[in-house]
């Protein structure tokens, strides 16, 4: 039986979360080494925005500010996401380690399914989404949850995980969202609206959205959902994990990119390093 | 999927058409599919320089961002601006309209490490299972 590296199950603040998530990806890169998952929390909320978004046309930073939210570009694509109760996941590994493959649908329908055996043992049943929701409400578009995509997990038809990916030479880093509670009001207000009331904006939210405390059959806390959505991944991909620490070279990078570019309003706030 | 016999190929699906000195790059077919509908692209500008098997830019689709590796080193002599406008020429045209920079390739002997358009359907049917 094949075993895949579990990192230390941590809260971090978002631009440490990101600068784990980039160095584990571009050590996988340069050295290969087997599938890493790694599970991790914030230390207080942040927005993070997809690589390619427009941060001032997509987030709201007047609110952000008189809050104390960080914004953070994250190395992945997609829209922007409000991190503050939820389980984040992480997967980097080779493309061509199976059951991964080169299409990306592959990758996001393999990690699905770890997941939707996870959330099983909580009682909660997750399935697919098989096409995306064509009738976003106005001035949401930008955000994650507010946009289900095909292959994405719904529960009862609300969206319960976001996930997105970076690829780079055969490997590639998947991430995702896994709402334990949501906030509706604050999901909305940290994005730029032009259009549409606030009252309905809330109200597709919280028709669009679910969370995890709302369907689980059985108590749990933050670890034991990680540790039983890491149970899906092993009974899924047939593998066992096994805890590590990150190596030295990735703490090497890990403050690399720290200090270049994840604390840096310049890629923050313009992508650019 | 069959890939155009005057082009070479590299293991991060892009394409090299050469001429004389000037290499000229893209991606597949295959990378276009798989990424599903394209966002943006992010390359790399006028007068810098790649290296063979190192990124020249960035693609982004609805939930991905994929580095763009170069099949060849050199200095970017011509960038496709065109495309920043308008990506869905990416959709049906990846091989001519779709180019993405052109490069003055500073050693020959690199297109050596190249595949050629069968070694090329042979890897993608290997990543899609078929083989």
């Excluded at chain 1, 989404?129 to 529960?155: H, I, T």
């Excluded at chain 2, 692209?41 to 961002?65: A, H, M, N, R, W």
Aim: charged share 30%.
């Amino acid at each position: 039986m094949q075993t895949w590296r579990l990192l230390p199950f941590e809260r971090l603040d978002g631009y440490e979360n990101m600068a784990v998530d980039e160095a584990v990806f571009r050590e996988s890169v340069l050295s290969g080494g087997p599938p890493t998952l790694r599970f991790y929390l914030w230390k207080r909320p942040v927005v993070t925005i997809g690589y390619g978004q427009d941060v001032v046309a997509e987030v709201n930073l007047e609110f952000c500010g008189e809050r104390n939210i960080d914004i953070i570009r994250r190395p992945t694509g997609g829209k922007a996401v409000y991190h503050d109760a939820e389980l984040t996941y992480s997967v980097v590994a080779s493309q061509a380690r199976p059951p991964f493959k080169e299409d990306i649908v592959t990758t996001y329908r393999a990690i699905a399914a770890c997941l939707i055996l996870g959330l099983d043992r909580l009682g909660i049943a997750a399935e697919l989404a098989e096409r995306g929701l064509p009738d976003v409400k106005d001035s949401l578009e930008g955000c994650c949850f507010a946009v289900p995509y095909r292959n994405e997990l719904l529960v009862e038809g609300a969206k319960i995980c976001g996930s997105a990916q970076a690829r780079s030479r055969g490997h590639f880093l998947q991430h995702g969202s896994i709402l334990i509670d949501f906030d509706a009001l604050t999901t909305s207000r940290v994005m730029t609206h032009t259009k549409s009331d606030e009252k309905d904006r809330v109200r597709y939210l919280e028709r669009a959205v679910t969370c995890v405390r709302k369907h689980a059959k059985r108590e749990f806390n933050e670890e034991t959902l990680a540790h039983v959505i890491g149970e899906g991944f092993e009974e899924e991909m047939n593998m066992k994990l096994q805890e590590e620490e990150l190596t030295l070279n990735e703490q090497t990078l890990k403050k690399k990119l720290l200090s270049g570019k994840y604390l840096t309003q310049k890629w923050n706030l313009e992508g650019r390093t | 999927m069959s890939y155009p016999d005057d082009l070479l190929y590299t293991r991060d699906h892009t394409w090299a058409r050469v001429d004389d000195t000037t290499v000229t790059i893209g991606i597949t077919d295959f990378a276009q599919e798989s990424l599903g509908e394209i966002i943006s692209i992010d390359l790399y500008p006028l007068d810098s320089s790649v290296k063979q098997g190192e990124p020249f830019g960035i693609i982004e689709s609805d939930k991905t961002t994929a580095e763009l590796i170069s099949p060849v080193s050199g200095d970017i002599i011509s960038v496709n601006e065109d495309i920043f406008d308008d990506v869905g020429v990416l959709e049906c045209d990846v091989y001519d309209a779709g180019w993405m920079i052109a490069v003055e390739i500073q050693d020959l002997g690199e297109l050596d490490n190249l595949l050629d358009c069968d070694d090329y359907e042979e890897l993608v049917d290997q990543a899609e299972g078929r083989r």
